[in-house]
Structure formats: structure tokens, C-alpha cells
């Protein structure tokens, strides 16, 4: 696969696990971007070169539509020489109305910056506040992304 194709990759792969990326729980969604970013590798991207990474992040952010609590899982392609216009992300973005127990998780990130880290991330992951708190519960709204970061 090349990274032009992650969007409609993840697609294929969740609807072959029969999972609706759109109305997943985060535990679901987790399990989807980790099969897939363990599964299938970016012809077009130096994982060496941390060129495919993985970004755990969560927090509540006002991104100009009101503030949202947000858990996120996003896959990060950088082609070539990383020129901004090179770098692109596949986000799975779980969003919940703010409260003062999501408010209290505060924000932050977690970085796997290579296949053979997978495990370890995922565990992390898996064991984080934020996760434990969301694994189960149903997204007030999932957006399913693949846009340039740079």
C-alpha cells in the first residue's frame, strides 16, 4: 500500500472486521488502527526514519466549532523528505461533550514510532486514564480524517 491509500485501506479493513469506523467505540477503533498499522506497511514512506508513526492523543480542544473532549488515534505518513506538504495523517478523532471528569484526564500524547513498539504502545495505551475511562463508551461524534499536517 502507499500512504495515498490509507483512507480507503483502513476503510476496507475495518468493513472486513465489521466495524463501522464512523460508530465504533474507542476500543474498537483501537484494535482497527492497530491491525492495520501493524498489518500494512506505507511502500512510500522510511518507517527507519520514524516515516510511519502512531499518535495516541487526548485532550479538549476548540478547533473553531466549540470545545469537544477528544480522544484521537492517528497514523502519520511522512513521504520523501518530510517537507511539510509531505507529512500526512489518518485520524480516528472520538468526540465527547466536555465534563469536569474528562476535563481532570487534562491532555496529552503518546508516540510509537516503529512497528516493533506496537505492543508496548498498544498496552500503554490500553492502560492510560483516558482509555480506561472511554474504551466502551459510544462517541457523541467519530471523524474519520486523512489530511495534510504540515
Do not use: H
Amino acid at each position: 500500500m502507499n500512504s495515498t491509500d490509507a483512507l480507503q485501506a483502513i476503510g476496507k479493513m475495518a468493513g472486513e472486521s465489521g466495524i463501522n469506523l464512523g460508530r465504533c467505540t474507542p476500543d474498537e477503533g483501537l484494535r482497527v488502527m492497530m491491525d492495520f498499522y501493524c498489518g500494512e506497511r506505507a511502500a512510500d514512506c522510511d518507517v527507519e526514519a520514524q516515516g510511519d508513526m502512531l499518535l495516541y492523543q487526548w485532550g479538549t480542544y476548540d478547533w473553531g466549532r466549540g470545545a469537544w473532549f477528544e480522544l484521537d488515534i492517528t497514523r502519520q505518513f511522512i513521504r520523501g523528505d518530510g517537507e511539510d506538504e509531505n507529512i500526512w495523517q489518518l485520524s480516528l478523532t472520538f468526540k465527547y461533550r466536555p465534563t469536569g471528569d474528562l476535563g481532570r484526564l487534562g491532555r496529552g500524547d503518546r508516540w510509537c514510532e516503529r512497528p516493533s513498539s506496537a505492543a508496548d504502545f498498544e498496552a500503554a495505551v490500553r492502560t492510560s486514564a483516558v482509555f480506561q475511562a472511554l474504551a466502551l463508551v459510544p462517541a457523541e461524534a467519530t471523524e474519520l480524517d486523512y489530511e495534510c499536517a504540515g
